[in-house]
């Protein structure tokens, strides 16, 4: 009886832990928001529809995506396109003070992407920051350009995403996506998507920009 006394309070001791811990990590999850989570399933999906649209073509072997996300236009960086009051009368679209308030919110550091997200028919493959400055040193002219496609022969430049904001009904998103493709090459938007019949869809190029 001694025996079976003195064991039992170490049961109920071991239980309590048990239960308690469990329970805690999954109060931590669900406090957690889709910023911290990182970037979001949806959000790869919209990538690779607006990558398929903008830089594929029917000859792409292969894409090369900047691992890091960026937030804005690196030319002109106190520009913030999704604090303008734009509103296209005709369609009755304007951006959404929830929308922009995500984007900065989710933009407010560098997120690692992870290339199996993405849902492309070709070969996908990210570089890394290093990368970038072992082969350009800062230097975009055209022989630092001659190494790259020495050792990225199958794709075209490289693509640069942002995190991607969301209004609170979750049916309007705001990105920018660019890309560089050599010396004077290259092209940069900030886009408005509307969801329409559960489908992303492109309604309006609010900052464009081409190099050629």
Same mark, same amino acid.
């Given at each position: 009886?001694?025996?079976?006394?003195?064991?039992?309070?170490?049961?109920?001791?071991?239980?309590?832990?048990?239960?308690?811990?469990?329970?805690?990590?999954?109060?931590?999850?669900?406090?957690?928001?889709?910023?911290?989570?990182?970037?979001?399933?949806?959000?790869?999906?919209?990538?690779?529809?607006?990558?398929?649209?903008?830089?594929?073509?029917?000859?792409?072997?292969?894409?090369?995506?900047?691992?890091?996300?960026?937030?804005?236009?690196?030319?002109?960086?106190?520009?913030?396109?999704?604090?303008?009051?734009?509103?296209?009368?005709?369609?009755?679209?304007?951006?959404?003070?929830?929308?922009?308030?995500?984007?900065?919110?989710?933009?407010?550091?560098?997120? #690692?992407?992870?290339?199996? !997200?993405?849902?492309? *028919?070709?070969?996908?493959? &990210?570089?890394?920051? /290093?990368?970038? $400055?072992?082969?350009?040193?800062?230097?975009?002219?055209?022989?630092?350009?001659?190494?790259?496609?020495?050792?990225?022969?199958?794709?075209?430049?490289?693509?640069?995403?942002?995190?991607?904001?969301?209004?609170?009904?979750?049916?309007?998103? #705001?990105?920018?996506?660019? !890309?560089?493709?050599? *010396?004077?090459?290259?092209? &940069?938007?900030?886009? /408005?998507?509307? $969801?329409?019949?559960?489908?992303?869809?492109?309604?309006?190029?609010?900052?464009?920009?081409?190099?050629?």
């Amino acid at each position: 009886m001694k025996g079976s006394f003195h064991a039992l309070p170490l049961i109920l001791i071991f239980s309590v832990l048990f239960i308690s811990f469990p329970v805690a990590s999954i109060a931590v999850s669900l406090n957690q928001s889709d910023t911290e989570r990182g970037v979001s399933s949806e959000e790869y999906e919209i990538y690779s529809s607006i990558i398929k649209d903008l830089y594929m073509e029917p000859k792409t072997k292969q894409l090369v995506i900047e691992e890091r996300t960026f937030r804005y236009d690196f030319a002109v960086q106190d520009d913030e396109p999704w604090r303008d009051k734009w509103k296209d009368k005709k369609k009755g679209l304007a951006i959404d003070d929830s929308a922009a308030d995500d984007y900065e919110l989710r933009n407010g550091q560098k997120w #690692l992407l992870n290339k199996d !997200s993405f849902k492309l *028919p070709v070969k996908v493959t &990210l570089i890394t920051d /290093l990368d970038l $400055k072992s082969i350009f040193h800062g230097n975009w002219g055209e022989l630092p350009w001659i190494d790259y496609y020495r050792k990225f022969p199958d794709a075209r430049g490289f693509v640069m995403l942002s995190r991607i904001g969301f209004n609170t009904a979750k049916n309007q998103a #705001l990105i920018y996506v660019g !890309s560089r493709c050599g *010396p004077g090459c290259g092209d &940069l938007h900030f886009l /408005l998507l509307q $969801k329409e019949n559960g489908a992303w869809v492109t309604k309006k190029d609010l900052r464009k920009k081409e190099y050629r």
